[in-house]
């Protein structure tokens, strides 16, 4: 089965659960999620089956790249979406309340096949950005992408924060879509070439880097904005602050892996030139020290938990940075980096994901996700309290666990090439780090909630976990600490 | 006819930056989606500009850029359609338009 059926089944599955929803008379509209799961989990194991192009000569897989680093990015993009999904599901009642106005006489579920059909088509945008070679299908892909968040982001459409963060995501997005596009006009005009390939080849040979690397200042900008770094990060905590729990997720994870597949494909070029990729890496390293800075020191002052883990994500896209600046030490391949990112973020889609999880659960339970709402959890509920603690343990880098490694190949790449500034800028950070994660583990084990009647918060609505999201949060949980012990079994799936 | 690529390219870069100046000084959101439909307006020009420039010996402009700017007009009526749609949400609860009053997100 040739690679780019994935995408098709994936957009046809959106459109399957959107008709079954109009047509099928379905009394619990859970059913739906249901659905759009089994058939990911199929589409991931269909993943596995895919045949090599015939024809790897013909002008299709120009647009279309089906190596290794691909595959890896779609299984990323499929699994995220699959939790995404269970977490919608337990999001029912929150969407009732905020999501759009229901009729009278309609079902009360109303509104939640959109919620479900989205993250589909947005699943196959993401499966199409990571094997975006061209400059056209980058564009298509990306876009696709964005405009399905502007609607799941402003989804709660009475919720005051949510709508506001739809406002901000829309017009941000939007500068950034102008700057990407300007930028690529730009990349094609130094060049002469729209496929990665041939804008390679001339960047190789060029003798006036000038408009190339007004090119790449745009792109970088904007690519900035799409994977969360510096200068175009600062929609971060406030969009993910007012989105839709389960489309945050979407957005750190999802969205964070994507765009840095689509950053290192538009990078290489630039970092095998010769004239270019010293002034690359030094934008990129200068990229990684402001991104780690910002996202490790605001993330110290928050006390949303929401926001906090915006700001951890600023931050994770800073050790990415810097892995993808220590390419050129490796003759410019750019292999053991893409290996490095690719690592780094398998694992903080993991980590990420059940951090979500617990907290789509807890805030939904407790009406709110600032950190007063996780004081006193190990009490109320010792099971997410252990899963958030371990997610927390993970994101911090304690060794053995997933996260711990992801750091250490990006610091040992920044090793290897003599980043020696923005390494230590790193170390600082992921101490930082340290702070704020375990300042969260604190409160969950050492403080005691008091709701707004001042008694203790219960435990009676913490225990209602869908069957689909408890056994993701165990997979999940096993993940950590298994490649965490393994790391070797998800970088042998790179090679 | 042939006067060369520079002014093309310099209308374009005037357009993008009159856009961008719009959407960072402007505080209409409509407005500033306007800004935004220009932005992408330059890009187009100068897509179109590069690709009039690479012309072929035969003096047919380079269709690739033409196919990447036709994507970008779809693309962007995509865009505004969503865009409009959100800001009538938020006119509905708000009563403005302002880029002000969207304000209650903060550090």
Known sequence: MPAYYLEIIVVLLGLAVLTFDA???????????????????????????????????????????????????????????????????????VLQRFGPPVEAKAHPQSGFAEFVALPLFLCAGLMWMASANHLV??????ELVTVTFYVLVAYLRRHELSLEAGVKYLILGALSTGLLVYGLAWLYGATGALDLSGIEGALATTENPLPALFALAFILAAMAFKVGALPTAFWIPDVYQGAPTPVTALLAVGSKSAGFIVLMRLMTPFLKSELLSGKVVAVL???????????????????????????????????????????????????????????????????????????????????GDDLNSFRGLAKASPFLALLMLLSMASMAGVPLTIGFWGKFFVFQQAVFSRLWLPLGVAVIGAAAGFYYYFRLIFSMYLETATGADGNPLGKDTLTKIGAGSRIAMILLALAIIGFGFFPGSILALLR | MNQGIEPYLLVSGILF??????????????????????????ANLTLVAFSRHYATPLSTPDYQAHVLLFFIITVAAAEVAVGLAIIVALFRTRRSIDSDSVSALKF
Not at chain 1, 137 to 142: D, P
Not at chain 1, 306 to 325: C, M, T
Not at chain 2, 24 to 34: A, C, E, G, S
Request: hydrophobic share 60%; glycine share 6%.
């Open chain 1, 23 to 93: 047509v099928g008379r379905v009394e619990d509209k859970r059913s739906l999620a249901g659905l759009g799961v089994l058939g990911l989990i199929v589409v991931f194991f269909l993943l596995f089956k895919t045949s090599k192009p015939a024809d790897p000569g013909s002008v299709f897989w120009k647009f279309y790249a089906t190596d290794a680093l691909a595959f890896f990015f779609k299984g990323i993009a499929i699994l995220t979406t699959i939790v995404v999904l269970l977490m919608a599901n337990d999001f029912i009642p």
């Open chain 2, 17 to 42: 930056a009159i856009g961008f100046a719009g959407v960072v000084l402007r505080r209409n959101i409509i407005v500033i989606f306007m800004c935004l439909e220009m932005m992408l307006s330059a």
């Open chain 1, 285 to 367: 390293a200068i990229m990684a020290v402001a991104t780690l800075l910002y996202g490790n020191f605001a993330a110290l002052l928050q006390s949303n938990v929401k926001r906090l883990l915006g700001y951890s994500s600023i931050s994770h896209a800073g050790f990415l940075v810097l892995a993808l600046a220590s390419a050129p030490s490796h003759g410019g391949a750019l292999e053991t980096p893409a290996t490095t990112v690719a690592f780094y973020l398998a694992s903080y889609a993991i980590t990420a994901l059940l951090a979500f999880l617990v907290l789509s659960i807890v805030s939904a339970a407790r009406h």
């Open chain 1, 137 to 142: 299908s980058i564009f298509v892909s990306l």
